[in-house]
């Protein structure tokens, strides 16, 4: 699978998952590993579950407590938040 044609890398049930159009792939890597591989323009790590890819995102709305909500256009992924931590790296990616 090539990075391009992903729109999200997840964890669930302690294996890594990519999503491209709408299939679901398990992957033999960690998100770490993952994320070293990938373009930071491109992909950002919301949380410990989730690595997104900037064109997947549908809006971003703000959360309780300055988190962030991140809606992606895939319909296989459900909302993404990222932290009250990360919120401020994570506009900032955006508007680059």
Request: aromatic share 10%; net charge positive.
């Amino acid at each position: 699978i090539s990075s391009e044609d992903v729109s999200c890398f997840f964890i669930e049930n302690q294996m890594s998952f990519a999503i491209h159009g709408s299939h679901k792939s398990p992957l033999n890597e960690t998100l770490d590993k993952i994320e070293k591989r990938l373009p930071s323009s491109h992909f950002f790590r919301a949380n410990r579950q989730h690595i997104i890819k900037r064109e997947a995102i549908k809006s971003v709305e703000h959360y309780f407590n300055g988190k962030l909500i991140v809606k992606l256009k895939n319909s296989l992924i459900a909302p993404v938040f990222i932290s009250k931590e990360k919120s401020s790296t994570f506009k900032q990616w955006l508007e680059t």
